[in-house]
């Protein structure tokens, strides 16, 4: 069987194949660490407690203090935005920050983060569930 390393050519070319081959490699593999860390650094973390409501029954709206909190490596202006695009809190000039906030949950609900020039940073969520099934009435309407 013939290799590539078993060809006609001289040890030294051989060698100095292997050690490019070798530098190539290191170089990539640089290259793709520092990719992954510059978008490391650039996130923003958002994250929202309870990440769970859960009401007596199906269909009941969910009361709960929200906690939100968000850390970044850069000094940003941004707002956190609930139900309806309603603005909930802003903060300007700031690196983190953190509020409790009351909520009344219909359903499921989605919380983001937008900065000032409108571009959505990172989203959480709060689930909504619930202990019993809505019933449906079984009864009928008689005279008697």
């Known amino acids: 069987m013939i290799t590539v390393t078993n060809c006609i050519l001289p040890a030294t070319v051989r060698k100095k194949c292997h050690v490019i081959l070798v530098w190539l490699s290191i170089a990539c593999f640089s290259c793709i660490v520092a990719a992954a860390h510059a978008d490391e650094i650039r996130e923003t973390v958002f994250d929202v407690s309870p990440q769970r409501c859960v009401t007596l ?10 906690h939100f909190e968000w850390q970044s490596t850069e000094i940003l202006d941004l707002c956190v ?9 802003c903060w ?5 920050g953190s509020t409790v906030l009351p909520q009344t949950l219909p359903g499921t609900t989605e919380y983001i983060l ?9 989203r959480a969520t709060v689930a909504v ?7 449906r009435s079984k009864r009928r309407w008689r005279l008697f």
């Open 57 to 66: 029954r199906q269909g009941q709206p969910c009361f709960v203090r929200v």
């Open 81 to 89: 935005y609930g139900l309806t695009n309603e603005k909930l809190k």
């Open 92 to 96: 300007t000039s700031s690196s983190g």
């Open 114 to 122: 937008i900065n000032s020039e409108g571009v959505e940073l990172n």
């Open 129 to 135: 569930s619930w202990v019993y099934r809505k019933k």
